[in-house]
C-alpha cells in the first residue's frame, strides 16, 4: 500500500503502546510522543487485509487536531515520478473502494491510497 | 481599518454585557422601581449599542438603539416597569444573543429578520403608550413631562459647557473626525448630549456644525485652547450656562440630585441625543442647598483637583490610533481614565492632578482645592493599563497540557536517575519538580472561574420557565462565588439548567395548590454550591412536592424497564437510581422542558463525565434536592491505579471505597461475601475483552484476588483486579476527538516510563459488563 507522503509527519518505532477498552479491534492502541498521546491504527486491520505482519511503526499523519497514527510493518518512501500505473486495481480487497490506483516503481508495486478518504473512514468508525 | 481582530472580544464582552442585562432585567421584576438597576441595565445596553456600532453590525446597533430608547423613558419617567415591558426587553437581548451567534459563526454581514422586526413594532408601541400601560409611557407635550432628575440630556443646564464647532469641510473624513472630536471631549468632562448623534457622525454624515452639551470643570478658555491645538476645526465657539449664584463653589461635573425637578430648560432646544458615557463620572457628594431648596447642591468629589483646571498638557492630532482608541474601550477593564492622582508636595506645585473619576465622596473635601483653582493641574491622558487581561481559553488549556507534560517529563527523568543515583542530579530533579509543581497550580488557579457566570443567567431560565408554566417561582443561589476549573463550568451548564427546569415542572407545585399546603405560592428553587475538601458539592433543592416514589416506581413496572420488587426497592433506597432510568418519567403529559424521560440520566452522565456524582433524596411535600459531588479542578485527578492484564489503569478515588484481598462465593454471578454484605464482582480486564478463564474463575478454597469495592450507580460492588499499584495524583491528559467517543473512559495520563494509562468510569464500565 502506498499515500502521498505529503500526508506524513513522522515516522516513529511503536514504542510503550496501551491497548485502548472498548475500541474496534483495529485500533492497536495508544503511544505517548512528545506529550502527544496518538491514536495507533493497525491499517491492514482497517483494510481488512489477509495475513499482514505485526506492525512495528506507526506513521504519524498530519490532521487537525486528530493524533492519530498508522502502523505498519514497514516503510518505503518511493519517487513519484517513477511510478508507473498497472494493471487492475486488486478488486478481491474488502476496502477497495479505498484504492485509487495500481502502481510500480522499481522494484515494487504497491495498491496507491486514497488517504483522505482512508482517515474520513476511521474517524467515522469510531 | 481592520476589525476582525476585535471579533471575539466584541463577541465575549456583549455576551457578558446580555447575561448581566438578563439577570437584571429579571431582578427588576420584583424591584420594578430600582432606580439603579434600570440605570445598570440601561448603561449596559447604551454600550453593547455602541460596541455594536463601532463594529459595523447594523441590526445590533439598531435593536440596542431601540432598547436603549425604551430603558431611556423608564430611566428618565421613573415609572416601575411591567412584567411586559420586561418581556419585550428580553427578547430583544434573545434577539441579539442569535446575532451574536452568527457573528461567532461568521454568518456575516449579519441579517435582520421577520421576529426582529416585531420586536421594534412592539417597542415602538410601548414607545408610544399605544401597547400598555400606558399612561406612564404615553410621550409627554414638551413642558408637561414629569421631572427628571436633571435636564434632559442635551438640555444645557447652569453650569453645563456648550462647544458648537465647524469642521473643516475640506478635510478628509469631517464627520468621522467629528466624531472622534466627541470621544476627545469625554476626556473633559461628561458630556451629556451631542447634535448630531455621533453614530451619524461615525457614519462620516455631516452637513453643519456640531453641538455639545457637556459638564466640565474646565474653564471656558481651558477647552478652547485644548481645541486650538485639534486639526481640522474651522470654527469653535465654547460658552458656559450661567449658573446661579448658590451653585457657583460647585463644579460642573458633579452628579446632580434626584430630589427636585431643574431649573425649566429652553424649551426651543432641539433634543439632543443622548450620548454620554457616565459609568466613568465622579462621585459627588450631594448636599441641600443652603437655601433650602430640595434642589440639592452639589460638592466636588474626593478632590477638587481631581478635575480642576488646568493647562491642557496633551493633545494630539486625529489618526488611526484613534479609531484604536475607540475599539480600545472594548478591551480594557472598567479602569479608571485618568491617572491616579499623585501625592501633592510643595516641591511640585505644577505636578499634574488627574482627576479618578470614580473617587469615593468619603474622601471628598468640602472646599474646593486651592492650588485647583490656581490652574496647577491639568489633564493627563494616563496610561491605560489594566489589571487583568483577556486570554482565549483555548490558550490556557494549552498552557495546562504543556505544563502537565513537563510534569511527567519531571517525573519520567526521576525515575531514570533513581537506577543510577547521583545526588546533585537528585537536587536539581528535586527542584525541578517543585518549580514545575508550582507552574502547574499557577496554569490551574487562572482557569478557575466562579460558578456565578453560570448561574447569573439562571434566574432569568427560571422566570422564563415558569412563566411558560403558571407556576411562581424565584431562585436563591448560595455560594456561587467558589471557584471551579473552567471545563467543569462548561461541564454543568446543561445538567444545572435540566435540574432547574425539572425543579419547576415536576417539583414547585401551580401557586393555588401550594396555597391549599400551606406554602408561599412562590415556589423557592435553592442553588447551594459548598466546597467540601477537594469537591465541590452543588446541591439543587426545591420546595415543591416531593417525588411520589410509588408513583414512579409503577410507572418504571408500567413500562417494562424493572420488575416490581426492584422497582419498589429503589424507590425506598436509591431515589436517584430509579429517577435517572433512562425514559422513566412520572409526568402524564410531557412539559416544554421537562417530562420526556430524557434528562436526569443524561444529566447523571454528564456528571459522571467530569468525575462526579449525582443523588437524589426527596420528602413528600417538602421538595427533592440533587447533589451533585464533583472535582474542584479536573486537570490533576487522585487516582488509585491497578493492573489487570499487563496494563495499567486508574480509577478516580472518588468512586473508589477501598481495597481488599476477597475470598470469591461460590455460585454465579461472582460475588464476594463483606462486612457491608454480599457484593457482586466484576473484572477489570473485561476492560481489553479478556476475561479470566472460566477455570481460573472457579473459586477454590481459601483462595483470594485483590479487588477493589467501588460505588456504583447500583450500589457498591468489587472489582477484580490482578494487582494494586497505588495511589497516584495524575496529570489528566484530554483523550482527544477520536478516544472522546468511547463510553467509559474518562481520560489518560502518563506513566513514569510514558505509556499512557487511561483512566476509566468504573460505572460506566460496570454498565458496559452488565
Given at each position: 500500500?502506498?499515500?502521498?507522503?505529503?500526508?506524513?509527519?513522522?515516522?516513529?518505532?511503536?514504542?510503550?503502546?496501551?491497548?485502548?477498552?472498548?475500541?474496534?479491534?483495529?485500533?492497536?492502541?495508544?503511544?505517548?510522543?512528545?506529550?502527544?498521546?496518538?491514536?495507533?491504527?493497525?491499517?491492514?486491520?482497517?483494510?481488512?487485509?489477509?495475513?499482514?505482519?505485526?506492525?512495528?511503526?506507526?506513521?504519524?499523519?498530519?490532521?487537525?487536531?486528530?493524533?492519530?497514527?498508522?502502523?505498519?510493518?514497514?516503510?518505503?518512501?518511493?519517487?513519484?515520478?517513477?511510478?508507473?500505473?498497472?494493471?487492475?486495481?486488486?478488486?478481491?480487497?474488502?476496502?477497495?473502494?479505498?484504492?485509487?490506483?495500481?502502481?510500480?516503481?522499481?522494484?515494487?508495486?504497491?495498491?496507491?491510497?486514497?488517504?483522505?478518504?482512508?482517515?474520513?473512514?476511521?474517524?467515522?468508525?469510531? | 481599518?481592520?476589525?476582525?481582530?476585535?471579533?471575539?472580544?466584541?463577541?465575549?464582552?456583549?455576551?457578558?454585557?446580555?447575561?448581566?442585562?438578563?439577570?437584571?432585567?429579571?431582578?427588576?421584576?420584583?424591584?420594578?422601581?430600582?432606580?439603579?438597576?434600570?440605570?445598570?441595565?440601561?448603561?449596559?445596553?447604551?454600550?453593547?449599542?455602541?460596541?455594536?456600532?463601532?463594529?459595523?453590525?447594523?441590526?445590533?446597533?439598531?435593536?440596542?438603539?431601540?432598547l436603549e430608547d425604551l430603558m431611556d423613558?423608564?430611566?428618565?419617567?421613573?415609572?416601575?416597569?411591567?412584567?411586559?415591558?420586561?418581556?419585550?426587553?428580553?427578547?430583544?437581548?434573545?434577539?441579539?444573543?442569535?446575532?451574536?451567534?452568527?457573528?461567532?459563526?461568521?454568518?456575516?454581514?449579519?441579517?435582520?429578520?421577520?421576529?426582529?422586526?416585531?420586536?421594534?413594532?412592539?417597542?415602538?408601541?410601548?414607545?408610544?403608550?399605544?401597547?400598555?400601560?400606558?399612561?406612564?409611557?404615553?410621550?409627554?407635550?414638551?413642558?408637561?413631562?414629569?421631572?427628571?432628575?436633571?435636564?434632559?440630556?442635551?438640555?444645557?443646564?447652569?453650569?453645563?459647557?456648550?462647544?458648537?464647532?465647524?469642521?473643516?469641510?475640506?478635510?478628509?473624513?469631517?464627520?468621522?473626525?467629528?466624531?472622534?472630536?466627541?470621544?476627545?471631549?469625554?476626556?473633559?468632562?461628561?458630556?451629556?448630549?451631542?447634535?448630531?448623534?455621533?453614530?451619524?457622525?461615525?457614519?462620516?454624515?455631516?452637513?453643519?456644525?456640531?453641538?455639545?452639551?457637556?459638564?466640565?470643570?474646565?474653564?471656558?478658555?481651558?477647552?478652547?485652547?485644548?481645541?486650538?491645538?485639534?486639526?481640522?476645526?474651522?470654527?469653535?465657539?465654547?460658552?458656559?450656562?450661567?449658573?446661579?449664584?448658590?451653585?457657583?463653589?460647585?463644579?460642573?461635573?458633579?452628579?446632580?440630585?434626584?430630589?427636585?425637578?431643574?431649573?425649566?430648560?429652553?424649551?426651543?432646544?432641539?433634543?439632543?441625543?443622548?450620548?454620554?458615557?457616565?459609568?466613568?463620572?465622579?462621585?459627588?457628594?450631594?448636599?441641600?442647598?443652603?437655601?433650602?431648596?430640595?434642589?440639592?447642591?452639589?460638592?466636588?468629589?474626593?478632590?477638587?483637583?481631581?478635575?480642576?483646571?488646568?493647562?491642557?498638557?496633551?493633545?494630539?492630532?486625529?489618526?488611526?490610533?484613534?479609531?484604536?482608541?475607540?475599539?480600545?474601550?472594548?478591551?480594557?477593564?472598567?479602569?479608571?481614565?485618568?491617572?491616579?492622582?499623585?501625592?501633592?508636595?510643595?516641591?511640585?506645585?505644577?505636578?499634574?492632578?488627574?482627576?479618578?473619576?470614580?473617587?469615593?465622596?468619603?474622601?471628598?473635601?468640602?472646599?474646593?482645592?486651592?492650588?485647583?483653582?490656581?490652574?496647577?493641574?491639568?489633564?493627563?491622558?494616563?496610561?491605560?493599563?489594566?489589571?487583568?487581561?483577556?486570554?482565549?481559553?483555548?490558550?490556557?488549556?494549552?498552557?495546562?497540557?504543556?505544563?502537565?507534560?513537563?510534569?511527567?517529563?519531571?517525573?519520567?527523568?526521576?525515575?531514570?536517575?533513581?537506577?543510577?543515583?547521583?545526588?546533585?542530579?537528585?537536587?536539581?530533579?528535586?527542584?525541578?519538580?517543585?518549580?514545575?509543581?508550582?507552574?502547574?497550580?499557577?496554569?490551574?488557579?487562572?482557569?478557575?472561574?466562579?460558578?456565578?457566570?453560570?448561574?447569573?443567567?439562571?434566574?432569568?431560565?427560571?422566570?422564563?420557565?415558569?412563566?411558560?408554566?403558571?407556576?411562581?417561582?424565584?431562585?436563591?443561589?448560595?455560594?456561587?462565588?467558589?471557584?471551579?476549573?473552567?471545563?467543569?463550568?462548561?461541564?454543568?451548564?446543561?445538567?444545572?439548567?435540566?435540574?432547574?427546569?425539572?425543579?419547576?415542572?415536576?417539583?414547585?407545585?401551580?401557586?393555588?395548590?401550594?396555597?391549599?399546603?400551606?406554602?408561599?405560592?412562590?415556589?423557592?428553587?435553592?442553588?447551594?454550591?459548598?466546597?467540601?475538601?477537594?469537591?465541590?458539592?452543588?446541591?439543587?433543592?426545591?420546595?415543591?412536592?416531593?417525588?411520589?416514589?410509588?408513583?414512579?416506581?409503577?410507572?418504571?413496572?408500567?413500562?417494562?424497564?424493572?420488575?416490581?420488587?426492584?422497582?419498589?426497592?429503589?424507590?425506598?433506597?436509591?431515589?436517584?437510581?430509579?429517577?435517572?432510568?433512562?425514559?422513566?418519567?412520572?409526568?402524564?403529559?410531557?412539559?416544554?422542558?421537562?417530562?420526556?424521560?430524557?434528562?436526569?440520566?443524561?444529566?447523571r452522565e454528564m456528571v459522571n463525565t467530569?468525575?462526579?456524582?449525582?443523588?437524589?433524596?426527596?420528602?413528600?411535600?417538602?421538595?427533592?434536592?440533587?447533589?451533585?459531588?464533583?472535582?474542584?479542578?479536573?486537570?490533576?485527578?487522585?487516582?488509585?491505579?491497578?493492573?489487570?492484564?499487563?496494563?495499567?489503569?486508574?480509577?478516580?478515588?472518588?468512586?473508589?471505597?477501598?481495597?481488599?484481598?476477597?475470598?470469591?462465593?461460590?455460585?454465579?454471578?461472582?460475588?464476594?461475601?463483606?462486612?457491608?454484605?454480599?457484593?457482586?464482582?466484576?473484572?477489570?480486564?473485561?476492560?481489553?475483552?479478556?476475561?479470566?478463564?472460566?477455570?481460573?474463575?472457579?473459586?477454590?478454597?481459601?483462595?483470594?484476588?485483590?479487588?477493589?469495592?467501588?460505588?456504583?450507580?447500583?450500589?457498591?460492588?468489587?472489582?477484580?483486579?490482578?494487582?494494586?499499584?497505588?495511589?497516584?495524583?495524575?496529570?489528566?491528559?484530554?483523550?482527544?476527538p477520536l478516544l472522546e467517543r468511547i463510553?467509559?473512559?474518562?481520560?489518560?495520563?502518563?506513566?513514569?516510563?510514558?505509556?499512557?494509562?487511561?483512566?476509566?468510569?468504573?460505572?460506566?464500565?460496570?454498565?458496559?459488563?452488565?
Amino acid at each position: 500500500m502506498g499515500f502521498d507522503v505529503s500526508h506524513v509527519t513522522e515516522v516513529l518505532p511503536l514504542n510503550a503502546v496501551a491497548r485502548v477498552p472498548w475500541a474496534p479491534c483495529w485500533v492497536s492502541g495508544v503511544m505517548n510522543h512528545q506529550g502527544r498521546v496518538l491514536t495507533l491504527i493497525d491499517l491492514g486491520r482497517f483494510l481488512e487485509l489477509a495475513d499482514t505482519p505485526a506492525p512495528t511503526v506507526a506513521i504519524l499523519i498530519d490532521r487537525a487536531d486528530v493524533n492519530l497514527a498508522l502502523c505498519v510493518a514497514e516503510v518505503a518512501i518511493v519517487e513519484a515520478r517513477d511510478a508507473v500505473r498497472i494493471g487492475q486495481i486488486k478488486q478481491f480487497l474488502p476496502q477497495a473502494a479505498l484504492i485509487t490506483e495500481a502502481l510500480s516503481t522499481p522494484g515494487l508495486e504497491f495498491q496507491h491510497l486514497d488517504i483522505e478518504r482512508v482517515l474520513d473512514g476511521i474517524e467515522g468508525a469510531f | 481599518m481592520d476589525l476582525t481582530r476585535y471579533r471575539q472580544l466584541y463577541v465575549s464582552e456583549t455576551h457578558e454585557n446580555l447575561e448581566k442585562i438578563s439577570q437584571l432585567l429579571v431582578e427588576l421584576e420584583s424591584r420594578p422601581d430600582d432606580r439603579r438597576v434600570i440605570d445598570i441595565v440601561f448603561r449596559l445596553v447604551h454600550s453593547t449599542k455602541g460596541m455594536s456600532g463601532t463594529m459595523g453590525y447594523t441590526p445590533v446597533f439598531e435593536l440596542a438603539h431601540h432598547l436603549e430608547d425604551l430603558m431611556d423613558r423608564f430611566r428618565r419617567l421613573q415609572v416601575p416597569m411591567s412584567p411586559a415591558v420586561i418581556d419585550v426587553l428580553l427578547a430583544g437581548v434573545d434577539r441579539i444573543g442569535l446575532w451574536l451567534g452568527d457573528v461567532e459563526a461568521e454568518r456575516l454581514p449579519l441579517r435582520t429578520d421577520q421576529a426582529a422586526t416585531t420586536l421594534h413594532r412592539r417597542i415602538e408601541e410601548l414607545l408610544e403608550g399605544r401597547l400598555e400601560d400606558p399612561p406612564t409611557l404615553a410621550p409627554h407635550p414638551r413642558g408637561t413631562t414629569p421631572s427628571p432628575a436633571v435636564p434632559g440630556p442635551g438640555v444645557p443646564a447652569p453650569g453645563d459647557v456648550v462647544i458648537t464647532v465647524e469642521m473643516d469641510m475640506k478635510c478628509p473624513d469631517p464627520g468621522l473626525r467629528g466624531y472622534l472630536l466627541h470621544k476627545k471631549l469625554m476626556d473633559l468632562g461628561r458630556v451629556r448630549g451631542v447634535v448630531p448623534d455621533p453614530q451619524v457622525l461615525r457614519q462620516g454624515i455631516i452637513d453643519g456644525p456640531i453641538r455639545f452639551v457637556m459638564q466640565s470643570a474646565l474653564d471656558v478658555s481651558q477647552i478652547e485652547g485644548y481645541l486650538s491645538l485639534m486639526p481640522d476645526l474651522a470654527r469653535v465657539q465654547v460658552r458656559r450656562e450661567d449658573l446661579p449664584r448658590t451653585e457657583r463653589a460647585a463644579p460642573a461635573d458633579a452628579r446632580v440630585s434626584v430630589a427636585e425637578p431643574p431649573p425649566e430648560a429652553a424649551t426651543d432646544e432641539p433634543e439632543l441625543v443622548f450620548s454620554d458615557d457616565f459609568d466613568v463620572l465622579p462621585a459627588g457628594r450631594v448636599e441641600p442647598s443652603p437655601s433650602g431648596d430640595r434642589a440639592a447642591a452639589v460638592v466636588p468629589a474626593l478632590d477638587a483637583g481631581a478635575s480642576a483646571p488646568g493647562p491642557i498638557q496633551s493633545a494630539h492630532e486625529f489618526n488611526e490610533f484613534d479609531f484604536e482608541d475607540v475599539l480600545g474601550d472594548m478591551e480594557r477593564e472598567p479602569a479608571p481614565l485618568h491617572a491616579p492622582p499623585p501625592r501633592r508636595s510643595p516641591a511640585a506645585p505644577t505636578a499634574a492632578r488627574p482627576a479618578p473619576r470614580n473617587a469615593k465622596t468619603a474622601e471628598t473635601p468640602d472646599e474646593p482645592d486651592e492650588g485647583a483653582a490656581m490652574g496647577e493641574a491639568a489633564i493627563v491622558h494616563a496610561p491605560r493599563m489594566t489589571r487583568s487581561v483577556r486570554v482565549r481559553t483555548d490558550w490556557l488549556d494549552g498552557v495546562l497540557n504543556r505544563t502537565g507534560d513537563l510534569l511527567i517529563i519531571a517525573q519520567r527523568l526521576w525515575n531514570r536517575n533513581q537506577d543510577d543515583p547521583n545526588p546533585a542530579m537528585t537536587e536539581a530533579l528535586s527542584e525541578l519538580s517543585r518549580q514545575l509543581s508550582a507552574l502547574h497550580q499557577d496554569a490551574l488557579s487562572v482557569r478557575m472561574t466562579p460558578l456565578s457566570v453560570l448561574t447569573g443567567r439562571m434566574p432569568r431560565a427560571v422566570r422564563d420557565m415558569a412563566r411558560r408554566t403558571g407556576k411562581r417561582a424565584q431562585l436563591v443561589t448560595q455560594g456561587d462565588d467558589q471557584q471551579l476549573d473552567r471545563a467543569i463550568i462548561e461541564g454543568l451548564d446543561a445538567p444545572l439548567t435540566h435540574l432547574l427546569s425539572n425543579a419547576i415542572e415536576h417539583g414547585i407545585e401551580a401557586p393555588e395548590s401550594r396555597e391549599r399546603c400551606g406554602k408561599r405560592p412562590v415556589g423557592t428553587i435553592t442553588l447551594t454550591c459548598t466546597r467540601v475538601r477537594d469537591e465541590i458539592v452543588i446541591e439543587v433543592a426545591d420546595d415543591g412536592g416531593g417525588v411520589d416514589r410509588a408513583k414512579l416506581a409503577e410507572r418504571a413496572v408500567e413500562m417494562g424497564l424493572l420488575t416490581r420488587a426492584r422497582a419498589e426497592a429503589l424507590a425506598a433506597r436509591d431515589l436517584g437510581r430509579l429517577l435517572c432510568l433512562p425514559g422513566l418519567t412520572s409526568r402524564d403529559e410531557p412539559g416544554e422542558h421537562a417530562g420526556r424521560g430524557v434528562g436526569l440520566d443524561a444529566v447523571r452522565e454528564m456528571v459522571n463525565t467530569l468525575g462526579g456524582l449525582l443523588t437524589v433524596q426527596s420528602e413528600a411535600g417538602r421538595g427533592t434536592t440533587v447533589r451533585l459531588s464533583l472535582p474542584r479542578a479536573p486537570g490533576i485527578s487522585k487516582l488509585l491505579l491497578v493492573e489487570a492484564d499487563a496494563q495499567v489503569f486508574g480509577l478516580p478515588l472518588a468512586r473508589v471505597i477501598n481495597t481488599e484481598m476477597f475470598e470469591p462465593a461460590a455460585g454465579t454471578p461472582p460475588t464476594v461475601d463483606h462486612a457491608s454484605g454480599r457484593l457482586r464482582v466484576h473484572e477489570l480486564r473485561a476492560l481489553l475483552g479478556r476475561p479470566l478463564d472460566p477455570e481460573q474463575e472457579e473459586p477454590t478454597p481459601g483462595s483470594t484476588f485483590p479487588g477493589v469495592i467501588c460505588h456504583g450507580d447500583d450500589g457498591s460492588f468489587v472489582l477484580r483486579v490482578d494487582r494494586v499499584v497505588g495511589q497516584q495524583d495524575a496529570v489528566m491528559k484530554p483523550l482527544g476527538p477520536l478516544l472522546e467517543r468511547i463510553d467509559g473512559l474518562l481520560g489518560v495520563t502518563i506513566d513514569p516510563v510514558g505509556k499512557p494509562v487511561f483512566i476509566v468510569d468504573v460505572a460506566c464500565f460496570v454498565m458496559r459488563v452488565g
